[in-house]
T-cell receptor, first 113, second 112 residues
Framework: DGGITQSPKYLFRKEGQNVTLSCEQN?????MYWYRQDPGQGLRLIYYSQIVNDFQKGDIAEGYSVSREKKESFPLTVTSAQKNPTAFYLC????????????FGQGTRLTVV | DAKTTQPNSMESNEEEPVHLPCNHS???????IHWYRQLPSQGPEYVIHGLTSNVNNRMASLAIAEDRKSSTLILHRATLRDAAVYYC?????????????FGKGTRLSVIA
C-alpha cells in the first residue's frame, strides 16, 4: 500500500544524545515536511523540503537537522542542542502542484530522559 | 499566511449534524480554505478544501460565505469516530508546496 511511514512509534533517549527519526514515503511526492506537536498544541513546522537535495528551515529549526538525499526519505535528527526535545514528531508529504492535500505519518513520540 | 479563528471546543450528540465554524477575515483572493482533522495520538488527515464554492466529499461538506471571511465544516451525522481536533487552514493558491500552518483547532467531542 502507498503511504508515509514513520519509525519508530516510540523512542526514548538520554539527554545529550543525538537521535534520528525516520520518515519514508512511497507516494512519489516531491515535498516533505517535519512538524513538532506539544501536548494540547497545534503542529509547528521544523523543516521542509520541496525537492531532493534542497530544504528550508521552518519556524522552530534550532536544534534540528535534516537531509534529503532521496525523494522517498527525509530523516530528522534531533541534536543535543535542542533544549526541550520531548514531543510528538510528525512527518508529511505532498505531491507538486497547486493546493494538493498533504499526507501525514502516524508520528514518533520522543521522550528524552 | 492569513490567520484563522476557531472555537476551542465543541460538543455534539452522536448521529446529529455538526457545524464547525472558522473565521478568516483577512483572507486574500488566492487563499484556499483547507480542513484537516487529527484523531488522538495520530497524524492529521485531510478532510476537504475549497476556494469560493461550497464543496462536498464523502467525509464532509464545506460551506464558504459569499465574502469568504468565514467558512463552516459540516459533518452530516457525527459518529464517535469523528471525535478529533479539527483544523481550519488557509493556504495560498499559487504557492505550490508551501507548508500548512496549523493553529490550535477545535476539539470536537461526540456523545453517545
Amino acid at each position: 500500500d502507498g503511504g508515509i511511514t514513520q519509525s519508530p512509534k516510540y523512542l526514548f533517549r538520554k539527554e545529550g544524545q543525538n537521535v534520528t527519526l525516520s520518515c519514508e514515503q512511497n507516494l512519489n511526492h516531491d515535498a516533505m515536511y517535519w512538524y513538532r506537536q506539544d501536548p494540547g498544541q497545534g503542529l509547528r513546522l521544523i523543516y521542509y523540503s520541496q525537492i531532493v537535495n534542497d530544504f528550508q528551515k521552518g519556524d522552530i529549526a534550532e536544534g534540528y537537522s535534516v537531509s534529503r538525499e532521496k525523494k522517498e526519505s527525509f530523516p530528522l535528527t534531533v541534536t543535543s542542542a535542542q533544549k526541550n526535545p520531548t514531543a510528538f514528531y510528525l512527518c508529511a508529504s505532498s505531491i507538486g502542484g497547486e493546493n494538493t492535500e498533504a499526507f501525514f505519518g502516524q508520528g514518533t513520540r520522543l521522550t528524552v530522559v | 499566511d492569513a490567520k484563522t479563528t476557531q472555537p476551542n471546543s465543541m460538543e455534539s450528540n452522536e448521529e446529529e449534524p455538526v457545524h464547525l465554524p472558522c473565521n478568516h477575515s483577512t483572507i486574500s483572493g488566492t487563499d484556499y480554505i483547507h480542513w484537516y482533522r487529527q484523531l488522538p495520538s495520530q497524524g492529521p488527515e485531510y478532510v476537504i478544501h475549497g476556494l469560493t464554492s461550497n464543496v462536498n466529499n464523502r467525509m464532509a461538506s464545506l460551506a464558504i460565505a459569499e465574502d469568504r471571511k468565514s467558512s463552516t465544516l459540516i459533518l452530516h451525522r457525527a459518529t464517535l469516530r469523528d471525535a478529533a481536533v479539527y483544523y481550519c487552514i488557509l493556504r495560498e493558491g499559487n504557492s505550490g508546496n508551501t507548508p500548512l500552518v496549523f493553529g490550535k483547532g477545535t476539539r470536537l467531542s461526540v456523545i453517545a
